[in-house]
């Protein structure tokens, strides 16, 4: 049957709730948490469209990703670079996009960059770099 605009299914309120926890779990002490929940966010961001669910929330989720890039180490900054081009994927060529790649750029160009950094920490960031700057840079430069 057809429901009220503004009602979800249980399963969406429950999906939404499990991605709030896990945007949460970015903030938390423990590394392996933190990395779970990129894992977590990557699979849900590329498993389904979440457009209106992360517009509301870009600011935390991109103040998440950032502390990731900027403490983490290795894996965790490569993963967190990954849920960053699932986040420009996901919200497109819109100003919030653009917003959202215009204060993470630096950071990425530095741990791209950085030759102390890892490996896949330095590629994952060189990706996303390209795909948030083709998706959602206005500036042509």
């Avoid at 938390?28 to 699979?43: I, N």
């Avoid at 600011?59 to 699932?86: F, P, Y």
């Avoid at 215009?102 to 990706?127: F, H, M, N, W």
Wanted: glycine letters at 8%; aromatic letters at 2%; hydrophobic letters at 40%.
């Amino acid at each position: 049957g057809s429901e009220a605009a503004g009602e979800q299914a249980p399963e969406e309120e429950a999906a939404e709730d499990r991605l709030k926890e896990h945007m949460d779990s970015l903030l938390d002490k423990s590394a392996k948490t933190r990395q779970a929940a990129l894992h977590s966010l990557r699979l849900a961001f590329s498993s389904r469209s979440l457009g209106e669910f992360l517009l509301e929330r870009r600011l935390t989720l991109t103040d998440c990703l950032e502390k990731c890039l900027k403490k983490g180490k290795g894996e965790e900054q490569a993963l967190a670079g990954t849920v960053l081009t699932l986040l420009c994927l996901q919200m497109g060529s819109s100003l919030e996009g653009e917003e959202v790649f215009r204060s993470l750029k630096p950071l990425l160009v530095s741990i791209l960059t950085d030759s102390t950094a890892s490996p896949g920490a330095r590629q994952s960031c060189a990706t996303a770099l390209g795909m948030c700057c083709y998706i959602a840079a206005a500036d042509l430069e």
